[in-house]
């Protein structure tokens, strides 16, 4: 079992900047490739960001690209997302996911955690 604690979200005006944070326990976290998805009210859950379990391989999600970045930290068991010039349209919540063969489906998760509320305003 991994378990997942996101951590991070809130209201930001639209341009600014948040980072979420996303701390693991439980197994060997360095074992897992981790996601980021999100979820707006009456959508479907989209993914924004993967990192493979070394840190070395990372792909976004075509909405978010250029403006957000993942990356981890295995010493610390955490995996961020840093996003920037945000938009009203990334208000969602936003969850993080493990994986050992996680990429951009969230299919290919077995671990989840219970979101963070990112609230963008216009």
């Known amino acids: 079992q991994v378990q997942l604690v996101e951590s991070g979200g809130g209201l930001v005006q639209a341009g600014g900047s948040l980072r979420l944070s996303c701390a693991a326990s439980?197994?060997?976290?360095?074992?897992?490739?981790m996601g980021w998805f999100r979820q707006a009210p009456g959508k479907e859950r989209e993914f924004v960001a993967q990192?493979?379990?070394?840190?070395?391989?990372?792909y976004y999600g075509d909405s978010v690209k250029g403006r957000f970045t993942i990356s981890r930290d295995n010493t610390k068991n955490t995996v961020y997302l840093h996003m920037n010039s945000l938009k009203p349209e990334d208000t969602a919540l936003y969850y993080c996911?493990?994986?050992?063969?996680?990429?951009?489906?969230?299919?290919?998760?077995?671990?989840w955690g219970q979101g963070t509320q990112v609230t963008v305003s216009s």
């Open positions: 996911a493990a994986g050992l063969d996680g990429n951009n489906l969230a299919r290919r998760y077995d671990y």
């Open positions: 439980g197994r060997t976290f360095s074992d897992y490739n």
């Open positions: 990192i493979s379990w070394s840190g070395h391989s990372t």
